[in-house]
């Protein structure tokens, strides 16, 4: 007998969106619950909604700061932060244009060598960033000189190594493009079809390294909470301070 079985897993949760600010049904066709938990009124992830809960919690008046996102996706949070922000700043890496110009209504910049001035940002927020960076070292480099005291770096990234160490997974050749030491991996990029190359498997030793190479201090929050749609793998977000 053939047997027809195939993963029908549906799972549907009301309650209440982080991102859009309305009672929601949050729906997911997939098992795998960190792409596909979607809020069915904008669209956001759960890491989505977990960020700005995050960002709420540790600045209720977000609204009024200084902010700089690298690489917003074109939903969730991206969207709510840019449309309520009184100064908020978004950036890509064009590496083929002039760094420091406006392109495509985005400022363009190398994370890992930006042309903003020091302490310029009480926030900078990355959302699936840092696990595509070369030189991670000068990335939270740059990210700690450029923000203010008393600010901090609130970003995702997935821990996918957890309690083991964490791993470089590609360097770039001259021509900037990937040499992959292990298993090609690639996930989607908003501005760039072929994608973003994975550099890193981070493992929770993400904190040690930032505070190695800066004088920001980490701290890991992992949220689960259903109501809020926040509910998968490699959701945790990272909120590295500057001392005031
Ligand atoms: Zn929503």
């Not at 200084?66 to 709510?80: L, M, N, Q, W």
């Not at 900078?124 to 990210?143: C, G």
Request: charged content about 25%; glycine content about 4%.
């Amino acid at each position: 007998m053939i047997n027809h079985h195939v993963d029908k897993f549906f799972f549907s949760q009301k309650g209440y969106c982080p991102c859009c600010e309305n009672e929601v049904v949050f729906e997911s066709n997939n098992s795998w619950l960190r792409d596909h938990f979607i809020c069915s009124n904008c669209n956001s992830l759960p890491r989505e909604r977990a960020l700005m809960v995050v960002i709420e919690k540790h600045y209720p008046d977000w609204k009024k700061l200084v902010i700089h996102e690298c690489s917003p996706a074109r939903r969730g949070a991206s969207i709510k932060i840019k449309n309520n922000s009184s100064n908020y700043i978004a950036t890509h890496y064009y590496p083929n244009y002039p760094m420091g110009k406006t392109i495509d209504d985005f400022r363009n910049e190398d994370l890992e060598k930006q042309t903003f001035p020091n302490e310029s940002f009480d926030i900078v927020i990355s959302q699936d960033v840092m696990e595509h960076v070369y030189n991670p070292k000068d990335a939270f480099m740059e990210i700690a000189r450029t923000l203010k005291p008393g600010g901090a770096h609130i970003f995702t990234v997935p821990i996918i190594n957890k309690h083991r160490k964490s791993e470089v997974w590609a360097r770039k050749n001259e021509n900037g493009d990937p040499i992959f030491l292990k298993e090609p991996e690639w996930h989607g990029n908003p501005i760039n079809n072929n994608g973003s190359p994975v550099t890193m498997h981070w493992g929770f030793d993400i904190v040690d390294f930032i505070k190695s190479n800066s004088d920001l201090e980490t701290i890991i929050e992992h949220i689960d909470n259903l109501h809020l749609g926040i509910r998968a793998e490699y959701i945790e977000v990272l909120v590295s301070s500057k001392p005031i």
